[in-house]
């Protein structure tokens, strides 16, 4: 299983960034997908987290700004950041929750970095 994460870059405070996150591989299909971010000097957290039905959870910062979404046929994965905040930057992972034959299991993507910055 692999996973590809793009869109990442510098944008202004209060601008938007789309990130993408493509999943190959995942031949018995996928439950949860999601973002964590890793700013400097910091521990990973949750970002965004969207379940095989479709039902969503958002960091409390990010609420109103952020929107997750995917395409269970395409096996992509989406991060739509409007309004973007300084404390937003950090370097963004995607993840993947893969069902193998006796375990679930996360795989990650390679990191894409999101600067806010005027």
């Known amino acids: 299983v692999q996973l590809q994460a793009s869109g990442g870059g510098l944008v202004q405070p209060g601008g938007s960034l789309r990130l993408s996150c493509t999943v190959s591989g995942a031949i018995f299909g996928i439950n949860d997908m999601g973002w964590y971010r890793q700013a400097p000097g910091k521990e990973r957290e949750l970002v965004a987290r969207i379940t095989h039905g479709g039902s969503t959870n958002l960091e409390d910062s990010v609420k109103g700004r952020f929107t997750v979404s995917r395409d269970s046929a395409k096996n992509t994965l989406t991060l739509q950041m409007n309004s973007l905040k300084p404390e937003d930057t950090a370097v963004y992972y995607c993840?993947?929750?893969?069902?193998?034959?006796?375990?679930?299991?996360?795989?990650w993507g390679q990191g894409t970095q999101v600067t806010v910055s005027s």
């Open positions: 993840y993947a929750q893969v069902p193998l034959l006796l375990e679930l299991r996360n795989y």
